[in-house]
């Protein structure tokens, strides 16, 4: 798979494809859907199937708040892992955000990409406060000499399959939910960064994961597994929070290896989430964490069956 950032990074051979356009944030079971609507198309017509994503999201660059599923590594994961050809990052800023739907449209997808076919859900809103959509993609197709499709929005018990639906399924703790929508485990991936080594001085070493300012849906303490570290994963907990105990004030993502001393810094990791434990909360003292994470770790090994 190729990773385009920027459209200025284009190149004639980028020229003449199939195209879908969206945050992909999760890769959720719709987004996997369209995906393979998509290569059917890349196939039949013999043409390369991109992908256009942006960063940061509209919403987060519209709202300030850095709220997602998925870091921007894994998404790229995903998607090679379902062997699309070709990833185009395009950076939502001021400029972009003012751009008008018709302008897009000619001047992106066809100008610069010289589109042939593009799919999109049936709720795909683009350009200026959001004015494009599906029909006027479509009519625009028809006039310029594009196909469009629209993929219609997946359900599962009557349930919407989307970003925001799994993101509250996690705020609510409701893993299992968030799992059958995702279709796959939720996972957070990171590099391993220095910390404040409180964990060392309590006795119990953690791995800080860093998570470049992105607010993530679960809080609290979780039963995890570790991959990238050795061949298989490693059992561990994590707590994801702003650590109450020591005043924290932003969202951190910290590890404990179950049973192993290994040294991860600078490593890049994926915690798989497997079940919550508990919330987080504020202790009155450290000996008073120190003892709540004894209980944490043999529930944990209990778990694991360690």
């Not at 870091?71 to 994961?77: E, G, I, N, S, V």
């Not at 010289?114 to 479509?138: E, P, Q, T």
Request: glycine share 8%.
């Amino acid at each position: 798979m190729e990773f385009i950032r920027g459209v200025y990074n284009l190149k004639a051979r980028h020229r003449s494809c199939v195209l879908t356009i969206g945050n992909f944030d999760g890769f959720h079971r719709g987004h996997q859907a369209l995906i393979e609507q998509l290569k059917l198309e890349g196939r039949n017509r013999n043409l390369p199937c991109m992908v256009m994503i942006f960063e940061p999201y509209p919403k987060e660059f519209l709202t300030g708040k850095k709220v997602r599923l998925t870091t921007l590594r894994d998404k790229l994961k995903y998607l090679a892992d379902v062997k699309v050809d070709i990833v185009l990052c395009v950076l939502f800023d001021k400029k972009f955000a003012i751009l008008g739907a018709y302008t897009f449209i000619t001047q992106l997808l066809v100008k610069e990409l010289n589109v042939r076919f593009i799919c999109v859900g049936n709720d795909f809103r683009f350009g200026s406060n959001r004015k494009g959509d599906y029909l006027l993609l479509r009519q625009t197709g028809k006039d310029i000499g594009f196909d469009v499709m629209s993929i219609i929005t997946y359900t599962e018990k009557g349930q919407r399959i989307s970003s925001s639906a799994i993101r509250v399924a996690l705020m609510q703790d409701r893993l299992t939910d968030a799992e059958m929508l995702l279709g796959h485990d939720y996972r957070i991936s990171g590099r391993v960064t220095h910390g404040n080594a409180l964990g060392r001085v309590i006795g119990f070493p953690t791995a800080n994961i860093l998570l470049k300012g992105y607010q993530f849906p679960i809080h609290g303490v979780y039963l995890v597994e570790i991959y990238g570290v050795v061949s298989g994963p490693l059992p561990g907990l994590a707590n994801i929070g702003v650590r109450p105990t020591i005043c924290g004030l932003h969202q951190r993502l910290e590890i404990y290896l179950l049973d192993i001393v290994i040294d991860l810094y600078g490593m890049y990791i994926t915690v798989v989430i497997r079940k919550k434990m508990r919330n987080e909360q504020h202790f009155c003292s450290l000996e008073e964490l120190q003892c709540q994470i004894k209980h944490d770790i043999l529930c944990a090994r209990s778990y694991f069956k360690l």
